[in-house]
């Protein structure tokens, strides 16, 4: 029977080639994709981010394990897309207008991908246009918006004007992120989440989306 | 005790002594840039800059905020990047800051052909020479008593900056570490070369090597391996040819089991001076694990971001609460962490300075 804590170890460890020998073997097997996903990738996942969140994880291992998994996933989305089996959700991304810092913005979008969402990431220096126009293609369930500088984060309350006027605003729930953000902010602009780091990002998306 | 010159001031600090009152560093690079009115487009290009605008960014927030640390010259932390191939984001609204839009290295194969373009002459890259250029007015000006920091990266953060941004540069830590060894090797060769420069052009005082990547991007065993010997290199030139000291403004929290032995690392091994570190840093943590335990100067970093949101009472007691358990027996400076930021309230920066000199005069007592 096919290990998925095997397959787990080799997320965790960020072991690309492992991860995808590891995957073969499972669709080898004749595994459920949708339990080596859950119970191999994303289970995997989880745990670079809780210990991403705990301190025990630096940004290096995260990369690596982003890698191992995005590599496994090519190997089954031929299957996934075959069995039908859907993201839990679709996240668009990006980091406000002003502001060039992607380190954590992409961090967060490996952390949902390794969840199970789709994520369209829409770069860095995003303006509102721009947010807007993705809301109204993609019709994600969240809205992500990432900003670290002070002097760019009031372009998050712009984004959420932005899309009261385009009459999207309660077709998506709005997150927010970044060092100089806080919960007082986020209410303040009247966002519907914000959260510290990315695992805890992931948490509240999966409770926002069930 | 009788008042000391900027000089002096500072000076005492670096030999971990008791000033005449606590130096501010306010580590200004574009809010000197608004605090003249212009916009960016009106100080820089991509090709070049007004030599004559870069120092008077630093005339002018001296002559407005008194602060004793200069740098001598505006600077943006992208030189290299278009002499290289890439390009630059040069925003022209209140605020922004100039950052890499294209880095040359893209991928790892680009190498080959943006190599041949190093090194660089800071004194022919006109962006570059324009900051010395403004260095030499500065020195001129007011460098007889005003100290005049020498500013770069060391190598990971130089290659980060210069050439391939974070994400690559630390997956090719990881994956290529040869191939990271001679960006960041080539880094620190530039770093080097705008730092002696920078002496050259009038710089006098001490040298503050910033490092973002610290442990704020890689983990200690990383950080030991990509950035303390590019540290050493750099503190080591600047003491042999410029009789300089090196404080280290190094990002990520050193307050943890993992990262704290680091810090006896950067003095022993790295051969720094002095610490600036970020605002996860208090001054009672280090008062106790880094002037008491090592004898080395600090400075206390108020976080950019606080500096802009506190009111006047805030800055205040952070600074008095902070100097009272710190500054009793010397080597304390202050600085903002990162840099001043660009949008700062006037009156919050002089209320910083002002609160700073203010309990920062000796004696102070806890
Ligand atoms: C959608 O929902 C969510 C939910 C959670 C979300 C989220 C969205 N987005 C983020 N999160 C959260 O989850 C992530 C993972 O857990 C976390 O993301 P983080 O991004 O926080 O964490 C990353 C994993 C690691 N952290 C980082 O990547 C940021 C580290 C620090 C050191 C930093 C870096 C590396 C850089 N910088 Co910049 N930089 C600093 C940073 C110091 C700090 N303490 O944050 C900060 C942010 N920088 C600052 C500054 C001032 C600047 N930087 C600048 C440039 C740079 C570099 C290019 C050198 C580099 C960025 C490279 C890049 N491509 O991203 C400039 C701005 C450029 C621009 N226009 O954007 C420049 C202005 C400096 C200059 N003069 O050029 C400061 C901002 C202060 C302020 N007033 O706002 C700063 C706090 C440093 C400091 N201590 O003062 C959480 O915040």
């Known amino acids: 029977m096919f290990d998925f804590g095997e397959l787990q170890q080799a997320i965790i460890l960020g072991k690309g080639p492992l ?13 459920v994709p949708k339990d080596i996903l859950n119970q191999g990738l994303i289970a995997g996942m989880d745990v670079v981010g809780v210990k991403f969140k705990n301190g025990e994880y630096y940004l290096p291992q995260v990369l690596l394990a982003a890698r191992a998994m995005k590599a496994a996933v090519v190997l089954l989305h031929p299957l996934i897309v075959s069995a039908g089996i859907q993201p839990i959700g679709t996240l668009v991304l990006g980091t406000v207008k002003g502001d060039l810092h992607d380190v ?20 860095v220096d995003v303006s509102s246009e721009k947010f807007v126009e993705a809301v109204r293609e993609n ?40 060092a100089p953000i806080t919960q007082q902010f986020a209410d303040k602009i009247g966002a519907d989440a914000y959260a510290l780091e990315g695992g805890t990002a992931v948490e509240m998306a999966k409770a926002m989306v069930n | 005790m009788a008042e000391m010159t900027k000089k002096e001031r500072v000076n005492a600090v670096l030999e971990g002594k008791e000033p005449d009152k606590v130096p501010v560093f306010p580590f200004i690079l574009t809010q000197g840039v608004y605090e003249c009115g212009w916009k960016l487009p009106d100080i820089t290009t991509q090709t070049d800059s007004d030599a004559e ?15 004793d640390l200069a740098l001598g010259s505006y600077m943006d932390c992208f030189y290299g990047v278009v002499p290289l191939g890439g390009t630059l984001h040069i925003p022209d609204k209140f605020g922004g800051v100039v950052s890499a839009a294209q880095y040359p290295v893209v991928n790892r194969s680009d190498w080959t052909q943006v190599k041949k373009k190093l090194p660089l002459d800071p ?28 500013l770069w990266w060391p190598g990971p953060t130089a290659a ?19 191939f990271a060894t001679e960006l960041l090797q080539a880094g620190n060769q530039f770093a ?14 001490v040298c503050i090597l910033g490092d973002v990547v610290g442990v704020e991007l890689i983990p200690p065993d990383m950080c030991e391996r990509f950035v303390l010997p590019y540290v050493a290199e750099i503190a080591d030139m600047v003491m042999k040819e410029f009789g300089q000291k090196t404080w280290l403004h190094v990002h990520g929290n050193f307050t943890k089991p993992d990262t704290y032995p680091l810090i006896e690392k950067f003095i022993k091994e790295g051969h720094v001076h002095g610490f600036y570190l970020d605002e996860k840093h208090s001054a009672q943590w280090l008062k106790d694990n880094i002037i008491d335990k090592y004898h080395v100067p600090v400075s206390i970093s108020i976080h950019g971001p606080n500096l802009n949101s506190w009111s006047l009472d805030e800055i205040d007691n ?5 100097l009272a358990y710190a500054a009793p027996g010397g080597g304390v400076m202050v600085t903002p962490s990162c840099e001043i930021p660009s949008d700062v309230p006037k009156e919050n920066f002089h209320k910083w300075v002002d609160s700073t000199h203010k309990y920062g005069t000796y004696p102070i007592s806890r």
């Open chain 2, 123 to 150: 004194w022919k890259e006109p962006r570059m020479a324009a900051t010395l250029k403004a260095t030499k007015m500065v020195s001129d000006q007011i460098g007889k008593d005003t100290p005049i920091a020498a």
């Open chain 2, 318 to 322: 952070f600074v008095k609460d902070g």
């Open chain 2, 160 to 178: 980060m900056l210069m050439l391939r941004g974070p994400e690559p540069i630390i997956m090719d830590m990881i994956e290529e570490p040869d």
């Open chain 1, 19 to 31: 991860a995808t020998e590891l995957t073969q073997k499972a669709i080898n097997e004749e595994c």
């Open chain 2, 53 to 67: 605008k870069c120092a008077q960014t630093v005339i002018k927030t001296l002559e407005e905020y008194d602060y």
């Open chain 1, 139 to 178: 019709k994600p369930d969240i809205l992500g918006m990432s900003s670290l500088l002070t002097t760019s984060m009031r372009e998050m309350q712009d984004v959420i004007q932005a899309l009261q006027e385009a009459g999207l605003r309660d077709k998506v729930k709005i997150m927010v992120g970044g």
């Open chain 1, 104 to 123: 954590g913005k992409n961090l967060v979008a490996m952390l949902f991908q390794g969840a199970g969402f789709n994520v369209i990431d829409l770069g």
């Open chain 2, 192 to 205: 080097i070369d705008y730092i002696r420069a920078q002496y050259q052009a009038g710089a006098n005082s």
